[in-house]
């Protein structure tokens, strides 16, 4: 059952307008019919899913959010209804010839770069990748560069997820000799404050030039129990990736803000660079926003905005940071 249900999603196929059998209302049962979606769309060999499935099982959190408590407020179905083609419209060969994978974009400069001359891609959509299925959440840093390591790929440097936004991809601007010397959490601060001081001025969302409502999947709301997070308490209450044709940046990139929050990598010296093939890595960011900005703005999430170290550590620390509206995408670096 949980296998015809999983290619039924992954074809866009109509399902019948009742509850997911049993078996997939539980965690375990909806991250089996999440590991057939990624197998078939992202053609994972038998070794690359069995490692997926080993770093989901250490978790014990990890996947598209409690079902006991998660109450979405739109269904697969409602998505597939209004994205293009069902969500394979979302699709492009010439993106998939450069990038290596289904649903990936080409980060560059369109200003002064074709896409053929991108040297990384980023994933069009929040983990799992697919249109039209829910994000994965409660992961930690740690994790999602695991993940990514495990499908080819890696987790973004911060400038890239903020070029994808903004829809050019800048050269690295990391102020490395504000960080010389000082404590993660001081370095962080340096060079946050002068990087957002100078972009403030030019500040912009995927889609514009400013806040919209109504355009991102940001009109959710918290579970009534949600006062300080956990797992029991906290519903993972986002929307379908691609729900919204709409949040798009003008590199092709979706629910960049709203849905997930993600993590990303924010390096704190050369060394540091997952675009440089790092795999030490820096301090973890925080991108983009979550599924009640229309309702509550709890912080700045224009594209080239960085956050605070909320919640900091090591990307590669076993205590890094998990919560109910928190995932990731991946990057992956063009050969």
Not at 8 to 18: F, Q
Not at 86 to 95: D, H, K, L, V
């Amino acid at each position: 059952m949980i296998r015809r249900l999983a290619l039924a999603l992954v074809l866009g196929l109509t399902l019948p307008a009742v509850a997911l059998p049993a078996v997939a209302q539980t965690l375990a049962g909806n991250n089996e019919v999440l590991f057939e979606q990624l197998r078939t769309v992202h053609r994972l060999s038998p070794a690359e899913l069995a490692r997926i499935r080993e770093i989901f099982a250490r978790s014990g959190y990890m996947g598209q959010g409690n079902p006991a408590i998660t109450r979405h407020p739109m269904s697969t179905q409602q998505c597939a209804a209004r994205a293009p083609g069902g969500g394979e419209g979302y699709a492009s060969r010439r993106n998939e010839r450069i990038c290596g994978d289904r649903y990936m974009v080409p980060l560059y400069d369109p200003s002064r770069e074709q896409a053929s001359d991108a040297q990384a891609c980023i994933d069009q959509f929040e983990f799992p990748n697919i249109p039209c299925t829910y994000p994965v959440v409660w992961v930690k840093a740690v994790e999602a560069a695991q993940i990514c390591a495990a499908m080819g790929k890696r987790l973004c440097d911060a400038h890239e997820w903020e070029g994808a936004c903004a829809g050019a991809l800048e050269p690295p601007d990391y102020r490395f000799d504000l960080a010389a010397g000082a404590s993660a959490s001081t370095a962080v601060n340096r060079m946050r404050n002068e990087h957002n001081a100078r972009n403030e001025p030019l500040r912009s969302w995927a889609y514009g030039t400013s806040y919209l409502r109504g355009i991102c999947a940001a009109a959710s709301e918290k579970s009534a129990s949600c006062s300080g997070g956990g797992f029991r308490n906290c519903g993972s209450n986002t929307y379908p990736t691609g729900s919204f044709p709409g949040c798009v940046s003008a590199l092709g990139v979706y629910d960049l803000h709203g849905n997930a929050a993600e993590h990303m990598n924010l390096p704190l010296s050369p060394s540091q660079m997952a675009s440089r093939g790092s795999t030490t890595l820096g301090v973890t960011e925080m991108k983009g926003s979550w599924f009640i900005f229309d309702r509550y703005y709890a912080h700045p999430d224009w594209c080239r905005w960085r956050a605070p170290f909320w919640h900091g550590s090591a990307v590669m620390s076993p205590a890094s940071h998990e919560n109910y509206h928190l995932g990731f995408r991946c990057c992956k670096t063009v050969d």
